[in-house]
């Protein structure tokens, strides 16, 4: 099984220019645990997480007063991708040795979408046939 099988290809993304606000509002709107920054080539150029926005305002005391800065400054810059090509426990596996969570998914260049490691968790237990005993 691929990542093109199990890939979110309608998904909110940022540009350079979003605020933590804009950021904010999208985690909540659609509920997903971390966003990609994308250039104008439409290329994932960092990758923002729920985690990363808290971390920035307990070091700044206060969400509020993040709220009109770029996000881009709290991301993790030139993120991990993968083709949509590669196998899901390769992918799982490259998520684990990098300590991520989420994999923006490249084809020819650009941004056709992610997968988040509990969905390759959830398609390697789906791929897995049961084991046969006695």
């Known amino acids: 099984m691929t990542l093109r099988e199990v890939l979110h290809a309608h998904v909110p ?3 350079p220019d979003s605020t933590v ?50 996000v881009i400054q709290f991301a993790t810059p030139d993120p991990t991708t993968a083709s949509p090509s590669m196998e899901i426990s390769d992918a799982l596996h490259l998520m684990f040795s990098q300590g991520i969570t989420i994999l923006p998914i490249v084809d020819m260049g650009v941004f056709c979408g992610l997968v988040l490691r509990v969905d390759l968790m959830h398609a390697m237990f789906l791929d897995a046939r049961p084991v046969q005993t006695g």
């Open 21 to 70: 606000r804009d950021a904010v509002d999208k985690l909540d709107i659609y509920q997903f645990p971390g966003l990609i920054l994308l250039n104008t080539d439409l290329f994932p150029i960092a990758v923002v997480t729920e985690g990363d926005i808290c971390r920035a305002a307990q070091q700044h005391d206060s969400l509020a007063a993040l709220r009109d800065e770029p």
């Open 13 to 15: 993304t940022l540009t």
